[in-house]
């Protein structure tokens, strides 16, 4: 199994670009979530779902969006990039909620 | 609502001596637990979970942690480091009376291991 896979790994953009970081997962997952992670916050959760076709938003969802049409994949999407999004992006699955959470590699963006 | 604390954002100690990391958490009820590790330029990883009855709980790299219930703390430790195990610990909680309850991490400990 592959687990938990992101793309990319880097990524640069400039102000008021968009752009969608991908996450999938081979494990059959119901639970997807995003976090971001700065320093010294920890880890802030973005948006989540519990299942396919549902969606919530989490700690910090301003200026992102998610859909998730299969068990599989789970995109997050920046509307109009702006430097408060340069952070390190992890997505992570897990059977239910409450459980433990399996990790991505993360994605850096930097917004300029 | 849960939540953690971590006591100390950096911790150092030598390679070879005992370490504790701190963690105390707030829920009415006994939580599920978990301490998770980073190490540079990763993903978080679990080194172990509390779910059950067992109040201490061993996991993966030779690292333990002890459920308290009447301190409502899950302190992680270590007898003897080694350098390898540089990296950032974060502590989770989530409630189990709820299948779709979201983890809250705490905002992490960097550990340091000197040479």
């Known amino acids: 199994n592959a687990g938990v896979t992101q793309t990319p790994k880097f990524q640069v953009l400039k102000t008021g670009q968009s752009m969608t970081l991908q996450c999938a997962q081979d494990?059959?997952?119901?639970?997807m979530s995003w976090y971001r992670q700065d320093p010294g916050m920890g880890l802030r959760l973005i948006h989540y779902?519990?299942?396919?076709?549902?969606?919530d938003q989490g700690e910090v969802p301003n200026g992102y969006n998610v859909s998730r049409s299969t068990t599989e994949d789970f995109p997050l999407r920046l509307l109009s990039a702006a430097p408060s999004q340069t952070s390190v992006y992890f997505c992570?699955?897990?059977?239910?909620?409450?459980?433990?959470?399996?990790f991505g590699p993360g994605t850096r963006l930097t917004v300029t | 609502a849960q939540s953690v604390t971590q006591l100390g954002s950096h911790v150092s100690v030598s390679e070879g001596a005992l370490v504790l990391l701190r963690c105390n958490y707030s829920s009415s009820v006994p939580p599920y637990l978990f301490w998770y590790v980073q190490y540079p330029n990763q993903g978080l990883q679990l080194l172990l979970k509390?779910?059950?009855?067992?109040?201490l709980v061993k996991g993966i790299n030779g690292f333990e942690a002890e459920f308290n219930k009447s301190q409502t703390s899950f302190h992680l430790r270590k007898p003897s480091v080694h350098i390898s195990d540089t990296a950032e610990y974060f502590c989770?909680?989530?409630?189990?009376?709820?299948?779709?309850?979201?983890?809250?991490f705490g905002k992490g400990t960097r550990l340091h291991i000197l040479p």
């Open positions: 494990m059959n997952h119901e639970y």
């Open positions: 509390y779910t059950s009855a067992a109040t």
């Open positions: 779902s519990v299942g396919a076709g549902i969606t």
């Open positions: 992570a699955s897990s059977y239910l909620g409450r459980d433990e959470q399996y």
């Open positions: 989770a909680v989530s409630d189990r009376r709820n299948r779709d309850d979201k983890i809250i």
